[in-house]
């Protein structure tokens, strides 16, 4: 089973509780005494004039807020360059869920016979095994500290699953779980888990 089958999405309202679910894994060397230090989201060539990523890092701005970090009035004038990268794959996986035993040819329930219902056993298991389409909703960012050169300070990046491509509205958690008790450990996995608004 793969890492991410115990992970559950529930903002597809169906079958999973009400509960957002993602695994963070971060590497960090922060530096001390940061607290008020300015930040600049650097957009690569493919992400600027892209409505998505624009709207994906004002996710990760409203995000970065918590960590006392406060966004600059230009790229120039920011210690802090954070870089964004975010996608939507998907994969098959084999899971377990349970059968409708009116649906399955073995089951013990009623059975309309031609004269009269009556009582019928049949030996078909309660679960079965499906292969069943499942989307990685990954989002990462990267730190560099322009007064160390450039020097990569934080990384971290947060994955969930969902049945249905949902990478719009995971982004706000998935934002909220990269600096969920910022900076961490470094080398730290942690599951975060929120309640779904």
Known sequence: MRLFSGLCLALMLGGCASVFSAQVTRYQQWPENTLGATYWIEADESQRNNLQFQNYADTVRAALGPTGLVEASSAGAARFA????????????????????????????????????????????????????????????????????????????????????????????????????????????????????
Do not use: C
């Open 82 to 197: 954070v870089h964004i990268e975010y996608a939507s794959s998907r994969e098959r996986e084999w899971r377990q869920e349970f059968v409708d035993p009116y649906m399955y040819p073995g089951f013990y329930g009623p059975y309309v016979g031609f004269h009269h219902p009556h009582w019928a056993w049949g030996m078909g298991p309660a679960i079965q095994t499906v292969a069943v389409d499942v989307y990685r909703l990954t989002l990462s960012v990267r730190i560099d500290d322009r007064t160390h050169q450039g020097r990569e300070v934080y990384r971290a990046t947060a994955v969930a699953s969902s049945r249905e491509d949902q990478l719009g509205a995971a982004m706000p958690y998935l934002a909220r779980a990269l600096f969920d008790r910022f900076p961490g450990r470094n080398g730290q996995v942690v599951e975060v888990r929120y309640p779904v608004k």
